[in-house]
Structures are given as structure tokens and as C-alpha cells.
């Protein structure tokens, strides 16, 4: 059974401060790495696909890396506009499997 | 704009009501999938539909019911709702073939709460 999990749950962070999400999993069979922001209210909006170990993708001030058991998305000096939640998820076969989430507060 | 989108965005039930929740994409999508959100929980898929006539059950399809009623549409319905189906519900789409170079596109969710 494929499995995600996030963590930490929850990160507060002031303006500036960077840090990083981490997301283990396991699963046979990977297809994809997914990365996905959401906001309240909303539904989950797709960042970044990884495919194989030591990739990696950036959007602003989102780097995201892959390794064979986990992956890591850093947010460099975030903004409050940064503050979501911040899920992964591993496809294989037609299908991904989401993680937990992690909620990333960022205060001015 | 190009997207998903789920219709009615808020509800409420009495247990034991039924309803059914719609979902249409404008994408040519080939796949489509119902998932629901619940604190602490994630998202977990319900039912999924990978191409135009054929559905498949996902990890908590207990207690609901598909029908991929053409290319575009993906609903899902309650038969007899009960307060566990307490949820928010996200329909989402993709491409099948491409695999899933470009994840899903999720609609916006619909509230859905059972008294």
C-alpha cells in the first residue's frame, strides 16, 4: 500500500526566515512526485513533478528535491503570501496518494 | 476559465437523505476522480473514473456511487447520507496516456455536512 507522510503538521515562520517541509514515502512503482499548494477555502493548485532521485524543480521561492524515500520542499525568505498548506503526493499506476499536508503560516 | 468545476459548493443533510454531486471539466481530460478532505486526514480517493465508461473504486468508497456520464461529467452521489460523510469533496481531472506529468486539476470543493 502506497503511504505519504508529511511533516511537520504545521510551521510558523516570520517573513525571511527559511526552512524546509520534508515528505517521506513509500510506493511501488513511482510515477511522480507531486507537490501542490492550497489555500482556504480552495482546492489544491499543482507546483512541481519529480520523477527520480536527486531532481529538482524551483518556483520563486519554492525548491523542491527528490530522493528515493523522500522529498524536501524549501521555501527561501517566504513572504506572507507564502502561508498555505502545502500537500505531496506519489502517483503510480492512474492514481496519487496524498499526504497529511503541512500548514506554513508565515508572519510579517 | 479552463478548469473543474463542482456544483453545489455548500450543503447540508439530514442522515438518510440522498444527494448527488456534480463535477465537469473543460480540459478533454481523459480521467477524473473524487476525493475527500477531512482534518488530519488528507486527501483520499473515493472513486475514479480513467477514461470515458469505466469507474474504479478508490480507498473509501463505502457508502457511494459514480456514474462518468460523458467525457466532461463525474458525479457522485450519497444514497443515504450519514454524519461520517462530513466532508469537504474535491472533484480533480487529468490526462491519461501523458500520465501524470501535470497532476491533477482540482475543482474547488463542495462543503458537505450531514446533521
Known amino acids: 500500500e502506497d503511504q505519504v507522510t508529511q511533516s511537520p503538521e504545521a510551521l510558523r515562520l516570520q517573513e525571511g526566515e527559511s526552512s524546509s517541509l520534508n515528505c517521506s514515502y513509500t510506493?511501488?512503482?513511482?510515477?511522480?512526485l507531486f507537490w501542490y499548494r492550497q489555500d482556504p477555502g480552495k482546492g489544491p493548485e499543482f507546483l512541481f513533478t519529480l520523477y527520480s532521485a536527486g531532481e529538482e524543480k524551483e518556483k520563486e521561492r519554492l525548491k523542491a528535491t527528490l530522493t528515493k524515500k523522500e522529498s524536501f520542499l524549501h521555501i527561501t525568505a517566504p513572504k506572507p503570501e507564502d502561508s498555505a498548506t502545502y500537500l505531496c503526493?506519489?502517483?503510480?499506476?492512474?492514481?496519487?496518494?496524498f499526504g497529511g499536508g503541512t500548514r506554513v503560516l508565515v508572519k510579517p | 476559465n479552463a478548469g473543474v468545476t463542482q456544483t453545489p459548493k455548500f450543503q447540508v443533510l439530514k442522515t438518510g437523505q440522498s444527494m448527488t454531486l456534480q463535477c465537469a471539466q473543460d480540459?478533454?481530460?481523459?480521467?477524473m476522480y473524487w476525493y475527500r478532505q477531512d482534518p488530519g486526514m488528507g486527501l483520499r480517493l473515493i472513486y475514479y473514473?480513467?477514461?470515458?465508461?469505466?469507474?474504479d473504486k478508490g480507498e473509501v468508497p463505502n457508502g457511494y456511487n459514480v456514474s462518468r456520464l460523458n467525457k466532461r461529467e463525474f458525479s457522485l452521489r450519497l444514497e443515504s447520507a450519514a454524519p461520517s460523510q462530513t466532508s469537504v469533496y474535491f472533484c480533480?481531472?487529468?490526462?491519461?496516456?501523458?500520465?501524470?506529468?501535470?497532476?491533477?486539476?482540482f475543482g474547488s470543493g463542495t462543503r458537505l455536512t450531514v446533521v
Open positions: 503526493a506519489v502517483g503510480a499506476g492512474n492514481k496519487l496518494t
Open positions: 473514473s480513467a477514461s470515458e465508461g469505466t469507474t
Open positions: 510506493v511501488s512503482g513511482l510515477r511522480g
Open positions: 480533480a481531472s487529468s490526462e491519461l496516456g501523458t500520465g501524470l506529468a501535470y497532476g491533477y486539476t
Open positions: 480540459m478533454n481530460h481523459n480521467s
